[in-house]
C-alpha cells in the first residue's frame, strides 16, 4: 500500500505541474473553470486505478480441505 500512496503522490504532483503549466500560457482562461475541474477529477480517477492496479503482488491463494 506504501507504493501505491507514493504513486498517486506523483501523479498528483505531475497533475499540479501540467494545470501551472496550462494556467502560465493562459489555456485555462479560455477553457473555463468547470472544464478545467472535470478534467482534473478524470486524471485523478485514471490515477487512483493505474496505482491500484499496480499495486501489490498477485497471488494465488491455495485453501487446504479436510
Request: hydrophobic content about 55%.
Given at each position: ?7 498517486l ?30 478534467g ?17 503482488s ?9
Open positions: 500500500m506504501k507504493w501505491t500512496g507514493m504513486y503522490l506523483g501523479y498528483v504532483i505531475l497533475i499540479g505541474g501540467l494545470l501551472a503549466g496550462l494556467w502560465k500560457l493562459g489555456v485555462l482562461e479560455r477553457i473555463g473553470a468547470t472544464w478545467t475541474i472535470i482534473v477529477v478524470i486524471a485523478i480517477g485514471l490515477g487512483i486505478m493505474i496505482a491500484v492496479s499496480n499495486s501489490g498477485k497471488q494465488n491463494i491455495e485453501i487446504d480441505r479436510k
